[in-house]
């Protein structure tokens, strides 16, 4: 049964990598036409990927259910953080936020083609984890976008959890927030590390559930003290696993 199970697998793998291979090419075709004619390309490009992420989930057999959609519907900009399980979680969020947003990406990621594309087009931010001069111009730049009224999707566990345990929380995240004064919305995603594992490229369906908490408004401080930060990622982390146990 093992063996029948790994040959299944190794054969719906390859029939879902063609077709992201596939939806890839569509979208950035499809998609470098339809912002010559917009204004604000970012947003137009993002909402565009939406309905194609669905579609690939759909052939994929990837179901996902959301609890508290309404906690995103606010006119003001927020920081959406979240735990993090997969390669998939960015998929799923951009799937289902219903706004436009932006979230940091490693930088080499813009070396790979269409996806690197994307990134750019979208204007995420990229970070160079290994420079930390420009790691810290990379959250300042945020952080002013922030004020400015960008939205945001961070996960401050900063890698992949194995397993639907939540790690500790670095810090960045909650200074760029008390800094910012934005709203903070949290939320817990699980099921994604089953249908693409840490350190794997192995797909399989499955099901997926996004759990959206209440906006928490923040008090912006131009310069928070570090018990302020850790007071502040305590709260949020205990927010999210609220969410997971609800």
């Known amino acids: 049964m093992k063996f029948i199970k790994n040959i299944l697998e190794i054969l719906f793998t390859i029939y879902a990598w063609l077709f992201v291979i596939l939806a890839f090419l569509i979208h950035f075709i499809f998609a470098s036409i339809i912002i010559l004619f917009f204004k604000h390309k970012a947003e137009i490009h ?11 989930f759909l052939i994929c057999g990837i179901r996902v259910h959301v609890q508290g959609l309404e906690n995103l519907t606010t006119k003001k900009n927020i920081l959406i953080l979240s735990n993090h399980q997969s390669l998939l979680d960015i998929l799923v969020y951009s799937m289902i936020i219903p706004r436009y947003f932006s979230f940091i990406a490693k ?28 790691a810290l111009a990379a959250l300042n730049e945020v952080k002013n976008l922030l004020t400015q009224g960008r939205s945001f999707l ?31 919305v949290p939320c817990y995603i699980n099921g994604t590390n089953q249908i693409i594992r840490k350190k794997s490229l ?24 570090k018990t302020k930060i850790l007071e502040l990622n305590e709260q949020v982390k205990n927010l999210i696993i609220a969410e997971k146990e609800r």
């Open 154 to 184: 961070m996960f401050p566990e900063g890698t992949r959890s194995a397993d639907s345990e939540i790690e500790n929380f670095k810090s960045g995240a909650f200074k760029l927030a008390l800094e910012s004064g934005v709203t903070i």
């Open 202 to 225: 192995w797909i399989w369906p499955g099901k997926v559930i996004v759990k959206i908490g209440k906006p928490l408004k923040i008090d912006k401080i131009d310069r928070p003290q």
């Open 107 to 134: 930088k080499e990621l813009a070396k790979v083609p269409i996806i690197g594309w994307d990134l750019k087009v979208q204007k995420h931010i990229l970070i160079d984890r290994k420079n930390p001069r420009k």
């Open 46 to 56: 993002q909402k565009i990927s939406a309905p194609i992420i669905k579609l690939g």
